[in-house]
């Protein structure tokens, strides 16, 4: 970036803080770069590809010159590609209103830190991006009959027990599996799960919905590709439906890597996993 003044920096990080400003729910780095443009004027040179990259010199630019704002807690990027703005960034934007100001901060945090250097970051955080697109495209090219097998696999390496799964000519409804706590179902505690797959967010009314399939004794989980509504997720976030858990792909995502290991060969075939080592961030 040595061609790149501290001032224009400083000016492409506060058009991303401006564009991710009121969503606390955050934006994937792909929305962010694609909403850019639109914020502020970039220049020939900055939309021009580089490459060493195959990037826009823009997105390069902030790709490196965002990795100080994460040290510094100002900005938090996550292993999926999706960036939120922390309450010390909301605070540091309007502490620091000199955009120069602003981004030499995070320099000073970055550098006082001793962490490694911003282009083996950036590698690590596009791998990261890429990797995650290409895991959701495999989702959505699911059918929703390996979807149940996939969801059973997962329940039975959490030491749970499938009892039933729904046929494929079964009518899509309300339950797709059952599961047990006990080899046996001596307990008589059942798991009951739906998968939802290739259709719309999931909203509160088809939560509230699914709990009415629920008896005294059952916990529901809800297995959505398309996820679940703002005012659904908020409102199983307060505890109304305690007895219900819900699971998009990135969070199925997560325990199926949490427990690939306990998973068989065959179960992992229909999502394989192979980690690749980088030089880590932390010191």
């Given at each position: ?40 004027k970039l220049t020939e040179e900055e939309l021009r590809y580089s490459a060493a990259t195959n ?48 981004y030499k901060e995070a320099m000073r945090l970055f550098e006082q830190r001793r962490q490694p ?167």
């Amino acid at each position: 970036m040595s061609n790149v003044t501290i001032k224009r920096v400083g000016e492409l990080l506060r058009s991303v803080f401006e564009i991710l400003w009121n969503k606390p729910e955050g934006l994937t780095a792909r929305e962010v770069f694609s909403l850019l443009p639109k914020t502020i004027k970039l220049t020939e040179e900055e939309l021009r590809y580089s490459a060493a990259t195959n990037l826009p010199r823009y997105e390069r630019v902030v790709r490196l010159a965002t990795i100080p704002l994460v040290h510094a807690g100002w900005l938090t990027k996550t292993e999926k590609g999706r960036w939120y703005i922390t309450e010390d960034g909301y605070q540091a934007c309007k502490r620091f209103v000199n955009v120069q100001d602003f981004y030499k901060e995070a320099m000073r945090l970055f550098e006082q830190r001793r962490q490694p250097p911003p282009e083996s970051v950036m590698v690590l955080e596009i791998a990261q991006e890429s990797a995650w697109i290409q895991i959701e495209k495999h989702f959505q090219q699911l059918r929703h009959t390996k979807l149940q097998s996939m969801l059973a696999e997962l329940l039975r390496a959490m030491e749970y027990y499938p009892s039933w799964i729904a046929p494929p000519e079964k009518d899509r409804g309300h339950i797709d599996l059952i599961a047990f706590v006990d080899p046996i179902g001596a307990k008589g505690r059942r798991i009951i799960a739906q998968v939802k797959h290739k259709g719309q967010a999931v909203t509160l009314e088809g939560v509230r919905s699914f709990s009415l399939t629920l008896g005294s004794n059952d916990y529901g989980l809800v297995f959505s590709t398309g996820g679940f509504t703002n005012e659904a997720m908020r409102v199983m976030a307060s505890g109304a439906f305690e007895k219900i858990t819900a699971l998009d792909t990135s969070a199925f995502f997560d325990l199926w890597k949490q427990y690939y290991s306990k998973l068989n060969q065959d179960a992992r075939h229909l999502l394989p996993l192979k980690s690749i080592y980088f030089l880590s961030r932390d010191p």
